[in-house]
């Protein structure tokens, strides 16, 4: 079955305390993308990859780091949680093929930072 | 830059009744545009995209929309709503940026529609 998975999905941790947010496609799809989702502020791209070993700030990369060693996975890395950081947060994928903004969405990682 | 407004955080609607999703975009350069769909606790799936040609866009689950330039809207709509349409409704805007292949896929914030049965 073609999916996005993330992992975990959900997560309870610490300010400062580092964590990886995996995910994993199995399309083949050249581009990936990392969002946040707030309430009343809709989805907001942190970071995005166009293949491997290119990967590119969206509009809130600020505590977040990234990297695409390999094509299917894309993980999301914060370094030093912070309160502000708890949300919940979608990876997505998408194949050129399908042409700019089809994405195809994980099924989410609710963060809590304490 | 673009950016993406959509009227209403908030719908409800009738089983049976019309549902209509106001969408106004943004761009300028001319735009991709898309709806997507969030059921509770599940990522987004896309419902219906428009890129270029016809401006009435059919989606899956009996929704459409029509890309007015004239009124820079993409409003959603169905005819009868159905209580499994409950969810929130993204629309989003497309444009590309420099780089082959790159873009930038822009949200709204959301419209949460509630079907009454």
């Known amino acids: 079955e073609a999916q996005v998975t993330q992992n975990p999905r959900y997560l309870i941790t610490v300010t400062g305390k580092k964590l990886t947010v995996t995910c994993s496609q199995n399309m083949n799809h050249e581009y990936m993308s990392w969002y946040r989702q707030d309430p009343g502020l809709g989805l907001r791209q942190i970071y995005y990859s166009m293949n491997v070993e290119v990967t590119d700030k969206g509009d809130v990369p600020e505590g977040y780091k990234v990297s695409r060693k390999e094509k299917r996975n894309f993980p999301l890395i914060l370094e030093s949680p912070s309160p502000n950081q708890t949300s919940l947060y979608f990876c997505?994928?998408?194949?050129?093929?399908?042409?700019?903004?089809?994405?195809?969405f994980g099924p989410g990682t609710r963060l809590l930072v304490l | 830059a673009q950016s993406v407004t959509q009227l209403g955080s908030h719908v409800s609607v009738s089983e049976g009744a019309l549902v209509l999703l106001r969408c106004n975009y943004s761009?300028?350069?001319?735009?991709?545009l898309f709806w997507y769909v969030q059921y509770p606790n599940q990522g987004l799936q896309l419902l219906l995209k428009y890129t270029t040609g016809a401006t009435l866009v059919k989606g899956i689950n009996g929704f459409e929309a029509e890309f007015k330039k004239s009124e820079t809207s993409f409003h959603l709509t169905k005819p009868s709503a159905h209580m499994s349409d409950a969810a929130e409704y993204f629309c989003?805007?497309?444009?590309?940026?420099?780089?082959?292949?790159?873009?930038?896929?822009?949200f709204g914030k959301g419209t949460k529609l509630s079907v009454i049965p």
């Open positions: 997505a994928s998408s194949s050129f093929r399908e042409g700019p903004g089809t994405q195809y």
């Open positions: 761009s300028s350069v001319p735009p991709y």
């Open positions: 989003a805007v497309s444009v590309t940026r420099s780089g082959a292949g790159s873009y930038q896929l822009t």
